[in-house]
């Protein structure tokens, strides 16, 4: 038996159960998968010894940080789960400007404030209890990732515990293939991380915001305009246009609107007013029931994100990277905005028009726009109505589908290229090399011979 300073669950033991469990944030839970043990780390060394001790007993290892996969990749069958909640420090280096922090940090609640008092930021995950874990390997889209790149861009430098059971640093000069690898590999990173140590930025001094509210019957005009001005966007805006139903009024019926976000973080209010001008040009303005520019903060925008994922709800969340003529667009991403059988469930289009070349990193594919769903219901008996929903509302959108962002997938349900062909081959050469055995688990797939493509594109 290992000697961890941690806590060991096998099945049987008080607790194994909860522990199976531990800070997931989506009640909608997997039935057909449990691991075989559950490992409480306690620091590095557990998780070195954790890997160890798996490969002693024939089983692979699962990992969770912040435990916000929406599909619950951390719970698979015949797997030690190394928990790392407890890998949650931060330290910041005044010289260097780089913080770092272990893999279960909350991106919002807790290394922003951490930064904030130093004056710095790094653009961590829109909701506040994200693990940056699970969030930077697979490319991370944080606050203004439009202009200010994929979180994953800002990593210097990981600590890796091996399939060997080693612990070593991964940057450019050491253990390169790791390091290239750990920014965009997402769920099938041939490692666990147990730090890393991320890029900061001088902190914004402001942020502003404009809102505007549109039946959801103006839907198409909106959105055809929104693709004409939001390249001509300053790169300090973070542009989100959302379909939902906002709280009833005196009793009301809730009823979907369009609603289109710019979000400022610049350093002055003159500023603020100018980057967010151009979404004042829309020409069915005088449509819209409400017109708002003003100053706000990440502690207000933070908040909307709370009110709109609810902890202890149940979820299907899907996504697509879109492009192709804008008509096209539109049409085939009419059903996903303006249907939905569930008045919480919220559709978002993110805009990312100014497309900067990526460095040289696993993470490669994007497209000038991203749409994810996000169905948040609470009864367990809409769970094959919803399904269904979100299935047929992707196939619409297929025509203009380029593929999908890790972050919000789920491979057991519909697969998708998530990556460029040659990165897909040069991580698969990586993990072959790291891991020959499966130490670790890959991507959690239907079928683990098509990962990485459009399943329509699949022929049978
Ligand atoms: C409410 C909500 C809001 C979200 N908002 C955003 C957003 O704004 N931007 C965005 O990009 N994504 C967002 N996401 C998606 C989120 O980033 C991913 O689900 C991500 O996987 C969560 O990371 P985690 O560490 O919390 O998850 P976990 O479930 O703990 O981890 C997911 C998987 O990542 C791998 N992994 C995690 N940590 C490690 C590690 N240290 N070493 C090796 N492998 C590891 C493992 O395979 C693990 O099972 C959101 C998700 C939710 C639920």
């Known amino acids: 038996m290992s000697d961890f300073s941690g806590k060991l669950y096998v099945p049987g033991d008080a607790g194994f159960e909860e522990a199976v469990f531990a800070r997931v944030f989506n009640a909608r839970r997997p039935t057909d998968r449990r691991p075989s043990a559950v490992l409480v780390a306690e620091n590095e060394h557990d998780v070195v010894a954790g890997v160890r001790y798996a490969a002693d007993n024939g089983l692979s290892v699962a990992v969770r940080s912040g435990g916000h996969s929406w599909a619950v990749w951390s719970v698979q069958n015949n797997t030690l789960l190394i928990d790392l909640g407890k890998l949650n420090s931060a330290a910041y280096d005044e010289a260097t400007g780089i913080v770092s922090g272990g893999p279960a940090i909350q991106g919002g609640n807790e290394l922003d404030p951490f930064l904030a008092e130093r004056g710095r930021f790094f653009n961590g995950g829109h909701c506040p209890p994200v693990g940056i874990g699970g969030f930077l390997l697979q490319g ?11 979180a994953a861009e800002s990593v210097v430098a990981i600590d890796v515990v091996t399939a060997e059971g080693e612990l070593v640093r991964a940057d450019a000069e050491r253990n390169s293939d790791l390091y290239w690898a750990a920014r965009g590999a997402g769920p099938s990173f041939p490692g ?3 730090k890393f140590h991320l890029k ?3 902190r914004f001094q402001h942020l502003f915001h404009s809102v505007q509210v549109y039946d959801i019957a103006d839907f198409a005009e909106v959105m055809t305009w929104m693709y004409a001005v939001e390249p001509t966007i300053s790169p300090d805006v973070e542009i989100v246009c959302v379909s939902l139903c906002p709280p009833s009024v005196d009793g009301e019926p809730r009823k979907r609107v369009f609603v289109v976000t710019g979000v400022a973080l610049v350093d002055s209010p003159e500023a603020g007013h100018e980057a967010l001008a151009p979404l004042q040009t829309c020409p069915i303005i005088d449509r819209a029931f409400e017109n708002v520019m003003a100053e ?4 207000e925008q933070r908040e909307s994100q709370i009110q709109m994922n609810p902890e202890n709800w149940r979820y299907y969340a ?12 539109v049409e085939a991403l009419t059903p996903v905005f303006t249907t939905s059988p569930e008045p919480d469930a919220f559709t978002i289009w993110f805009g990312n028009g100014l497309m900067r070349e990526l460095p040289d990193m696993a993470f490669s594919l994007q ?7 996000y ?7 809409n769970d094959a109505r919803n399904r269904a929903w979100l299935n047929d509302a992707m196939v619409a959108a297929q025509p203009v589908t380029v593929g999908q962002y890790l972050g919000d997938s789920d491979m057991t349900n519909r697969q998708l290229k998530f990556m460029a062909d040659d990165n897909f081959a040069r991580l698969q050469k990586i993990i072959a090399e790291r891991d020959p055995e ?20 699949v022929s049978s």
């Open 140 to 150: 991370g889209q944080g606050w203004c990732q439009r202009g200010w790149g994929w």
């Open 296 to 299: 706000s903060s990440l502690a």
């Open 375 to 381: 169905l948040a219901y609470e009864d367990s008996a």
């Open 367 to 373: 497209s000038p726009a991203y749409i994810a769903t």
């Open 192 to 194: 666990i991380v147990t």
């Open 318 to 329: 899907d996504n697509v990277w879109v492009d192709g003529e804008v008509h096209d667009i």
């Open 438 to 457: 499966a130490r670790f688990v890959r991507y959690l797939a239907g079928d683990s011979a098509t990962v990485n493509r459009n399943h329509w594109e």
């Open 200 to 202: 900061t930025r001088p």
